[in-house]
């Protein structure tokens, strides 16, 4: 089974500052997802990717499948990014439809 | 709009007496799933159905029944509930294998059982 570890767990940031968050799997994948939950539960689908990167408005997010690694950035960081991101990547098999999930980066950006 | 819609939102019921929470999709997605999530252990997956009448177990389906008798729908079904059950549940579906298909979720619904 895969393994998913997500770095930091917590971040607290000021608004504007550039942000990082680490995703890191133990087997190769197909593909890998990366979540938000805001504060009120609900789950957003914000990118899923296979290889290169993906944008989409201030949030890039790159993966690296040599290095099984994945990083999602958000630019000019703004109070209502502060969400739980979490990172998922599908098993090999069960026609991909079994999910392994990291434990999730709690962001906090500050005004 | 598309959407996929979870009822109840919210739910405190006791031990013991059965319950179902509905998944529905507008999107004619043939791929469906449901998760828990709960402090200090994220989300995991409890069932997935790939279709109409096929149905998988996840990594936690223990105390869980699910049926998927139309695309639309894929309720679960907690037979007789107990309070390790308390948690929060999200429904989702894709369109496709999650190799190249994103998911979409509901609302979740919180569930306690006291």
């Known amino acids: 089974k895969n393994e998913v570890e997500q770095s930091p767990q917590n971040l607290t940031a000021q608004e504007g500052e550039f942000i990082t968050i680490n995703c890191s799997y133990s087997?190769?994948?197909?593909?890998l997802h990366w979540l938000q939950q805001h504060p009120g539960g609900g789950i957003v689908s914000l990118f899923m990717?296979?290889?290169g990167k993906k944008k989409h408005g201030r949030l890039i997010a790159t993966i690296n499948i040599q290095e099984k690694h994945s990083s999602l950035h958000i630019t000019a960081s703004h109070p209502r990014d502060s969400a739980v991101y979490i990172c998922?990547?599908?098993?090999?098999?069960?026609?991909?439809?079994?999910?392994?999930f990291g434990q999730g980066t709690r962001l906090t950006i500050n005004p | 709009e598309a959407q996929v819609t979870q009822n109840p939102r919210y739910l405190i019921t006791v031990t013991g007496k059965k319950l179902t929470v509905t998944c529905s999709q507008n999107?004619?997605?043939?791929?469906m799933s449901w998760y828990r999530q709960d402090p200090g252990l994220g989300l995991r997956q409890i069932y997935y159905?790939?279709?109409?009448?096929?149905?998988d177990k996840g990594d936690v389906p223990e105390g869980y029944k699910v049926s998927r008798k139309e695309k639309r729908n894929f309720p679960l079904i907690l037979e007789s509930p107990s309070p390790n059950q308390t948690s929060l549940y999200f429904c989702?579906?894709?369109?496709?294998?999650?190799?190249?298909?994103?998911?979409?979720f509901g609302d979740g619904t919180r569930l306690s059982i006291l």
């Open positions: 990717l296979s290889s």
């Open positions: 087997v190769g994948i197909s593909a």
């Open positions: 989702a579906s894709s369109s496709g294998s999650l190799s190249n298909q994103p998911q979409h």
């Open positions: 998922a990547v599908p098993q090999i098999g069960w026609g991909a439809q079994k999910l392994v």
């Open positions: 999107m004619n997605h043939e791929y």
């Open positions: 159905s790939m279709n109409v009448e096929v149905t």
